[in-house]
């Protein structure tokens, strides 16, 4: 079955504890990218990489990290984490040249 | 970056049709997007359409685009109690990056 799959789905921390949201995806995809949602926010981008070690910042790139050093896997680093950076975090993908995004299931981050 | 801007709520009556509006400030966004989110769950694109296009028709939905205004809309058809959900308009740029709306929460009565 095509999917994108995250882990972990929930996820309660503490302030400036490292930790490592994992991404992967078997379409063999080029287009890779991570969100945030917040209440009122909608979503908003925080990297994305078109193909093996290209990334590009999106929107809110501060206070997170990713690599892409395999197609299928696009892991979201958060080296020092903070409370604002609680949230719902979506990883998704595209085929190359392609129009669709696949969504991952979230990632819920609580950081206390 | 671009403002992709849509109303926050709206509520209709089944079998009516619901239409969410949505506008964007990019004029060189390449493709918009319509995506539904259900309570717990991820996005599911519903239907998208790209600029070069007016109108883009898929059974119960109809995505009418003016790109003069860049304003989106899209309208469900009998609408109905399952189509309760989030709705987010979305942009994409031509450096590949996404803009996404707030969303609408639409509330359909029975």
């Known amino acids: 079955e095509a999917q994108v799959t995250q882990n972990p789905r929930y996820l309660i921390t503490v302030t400036g504890k490292k930790l490592t949201v994992t991404c992967s995806q078997n379409?063999?995809?080029?287009?890779m990218s991570w969100y945030r949602q917040d209440p009122g926010l909608g979503l908003r981008q925080i990297y994305y990489?078109?193909?093996?070690?290209?990334?590009d910042k999106g929107d809110v790139p501060e206070g997170y990290k990713v690599s892409r050093k395999e197609k299928r896997n696009f892991p979201l680093i958060l080296e020092s984490p903070s409370p604002n950076q609680t949230s719902l975090y979506f990883c998704?993908?595209?085929?190359?040249?392609?129009?669709?995004?696949?969504f991952g299931p979230g990632t819920r981050l609580t950081v206390l | 970056g671009e403002d992709v801007e849509q109303s926050l709520f709206l509520s209709v009556r089944e079998g009516d049709s619901s239409v969410i509006n949505c506008t964007y400030t990019?004029?060189?966004?390449?493709?918009l997007y319509w995506y539904k989110q259900e309570p717990g769950a991820g996005l599911q694109l519903l239907t998208y359409?790209?600029?070069?296009?007016d109108m883009k028709q898929d059974q119960r939905l109809t995505v009418l685009l003016n790109k003069k205004d860049k304003h989106l809309s899209l309208r469900i058809a009998d609408t109905q109690t399952g189509d309760s959900a989030i709705y987010f308009c979305?942009?994409?740029?031509?450096?590949?990056?996404?803009?996404f709306g707030s969303g609408t929460k639409l509330n359909v009565k029975p």
């Open positions: 998704a993908s595209i085929a190359g040249g392609g129009d669709t995004q696949y």
């Open positions: 379409m063999n995809h080029e287009y």
């Open positions: 990489s078109m193909n093996v070690e290209v990334t």
């Open positions: 990019d004029s060189s966004s390449t493709y």
């Open positions: 359409i790209f600029s070069n296009m």
């Open positions: 979305a942009a994409r740029d031509n450096f590949n990056k996404f803009y």
